[in-house]
């Protein structure tokens, strides 16, 4: 094992995850704006985008059920419900299990719409370029994962 290979003591993975945060930065806030120049053809809000792309990907959910997953508040998460609903993407449904927290689910609409979204993002994520490997982007998503872990179960006073 070269030393590249070898984890990095606590001290020095701090240094150098600083890196990747300086980065995320600036790369959420240009593809927050690129998926807001789409909202013209799909009316799609980034807020909105999230809560579509969660039922998606996991089917209906109540609103704090999101709220927990996006690690977003339950008001802001509502917000975003109501504005889908207005546009008849998503729906609100009894849920069986807890009688004053419905279910929201996708509507066909809804999922019309995120399709579109999700293959406009993968045109632009498809010009990304430095010949990545599969290794590097299961490492990008590995240390992504880790970092986000830390942040569920540790608090920073």
């Known amino acids: 094992m070269s030393d590249t290979d070898a984890p990095l003591d606590p001290d020095e993975l701090g240094h150098r995850l600083n890196e990747v945060y300086d980065l995320i930065g600036p790369l959420y806030r240009r593809a927050f704006r690129k998926v807001e120049q789409g909202e013209q053809f799909e009316g799609a809000s980034i807020g909105v985008r999230s809560v579509l792309d969660l039922l998606r990907r996991h089917g209906p959910l109540t609103v704090p059920q999101m709220g927990r997953i996006l690690a977003l508040s339950r008001q802001f998460m ?80």
């Open 78 to 157: 509502q917000r975003m419900v109501n504005e889908a609903a207005e546009h008849g993407w998503v729906e609100v449904t009894p849920n069986p299990a807890h009688q004053r927290s419905s279910l929201i689910r996708l509507t066909d609409g809804g999922r019309d719409v995120i399709t579109a979204v999700l293959a406009r993002e993968h045109q632009l994520n498809r010009q990304v370029g430095g010949d990545l490997t599969d290794a590097e982007v299961r490492a990008c998503v590995k240390v992504l994962t880790e970092i986000l872990k830390t942040f569920d179960h540790v608090d920073i006073d």
